[in-house]
């Protein structure tokens, strides 16, 4: 078998893997098939890049001592598509063993926001939206887990009026780009749902906004509906509204 066959077959290959990943992901943000059958075509895809890059490496070898302009930038480009595919699922890898694994985070452990009208728009089956600090995770608890990997998820005090602070939360989430369910400006609650970037799944946030003598205290609370871990996407949520209801604020 030549070399050329040998080379676009491991392109074909290799592109076939990257069509796979983004496939995997379209079809469960979709809704096409459950999320089940999205992990298994990754999977797929996964081991197509495997496969590539080590069949790549080893053409490349041979293609280096007799160098021919178009095999050497086929090999290139199957082994920098298979670079990314392992790349991105080197990502979530590293994620799931370097965040504890838990699907929700709030900023008040003690007397965290409760979820109102997102609790009867959650699918049957769904993680429960209701917050146990002493929920046993690992050798410890759900609250410890949560202060040892995010110690910074903390309430924001702010010298905003409750009113203004709640619209402020309110547009934030929006510029957030979640979708916003329920605004009780009664109770200071503004809830909204979001979705992952790949496979779309979705998470719900909660943000309380109550007074203070000198303002306002925001708490927020993000929970994942479907999944034992969310690899930290509940955080980096939480995270980024604090931080873009602050930088909101200043002049």
């Known amino acids: 078998m030549g070399g050329t066959w040998w080379t676009k077959t491991i392109l074909a290959g290799s592109l076939a893997a990257g069509a796979l990943l983004v496939i995997s992901a379209a079809g469960s943000r979709f809704e096409l098939w459950p999320f089940t059958v999205g992990f298994l075509v990754a999977a797929a895809g996964i081991a197509l890049a495997l496969a590539g890059t080590a069949l790549g490496i080893r053409r490349m070898i041979v293609a280096l001592r007799r160098p021919q302009a178009v095999e050497l930038l086929s090999l290139d480009l199957a082994l920098a598509v298979c670079a990314v595919v392992l790349g991105a699922f080197a990502l979530q890898f590293v994620r799931v063993f370097t965040v504890p694994p838990i699907h929700q985070v709030t900023t008040d452990i003690a007397d965290p926001p409760a979820f109102d009208a997102i609790a009867d728009l959650r699918p049957e089956g769904s993680n429960p939206h209701t917050y146990d600090p002493g929920q046993p995770i690992l050798e410890g608890t759900l609250a410890e887990a949560q202060q040892g990997a995010w110690p910074q998820l903390t309430s924001l005090h702010a010298s905003l009026a409750p009113d203004p602070a709640l619209q402020r ?83």
């Open 169 to 251: 939360a309110v547009d934030t989430l929006e510029a957030m780009g979640m979708a916003i369910v329920n605004v009780d400006r009664t109770r200071g609650l503004v809830e909204a749902t979001d979705a992952t970037f790949w496979f779309g799944f979705k998470d719900d946030m909660v943000v309380r906004v109550r007074g203070t003598g000198e303002g306002s205290v925001i708490d927020a609370r993000s929970v994942s509906r479907i999944g034992v871990s969310d690899v930290g996407a509940n955080a980096r949520r939480v995270l980024l509204f604090l931080d873009r209801f602050e930088a909101s604020a200043r002049p």
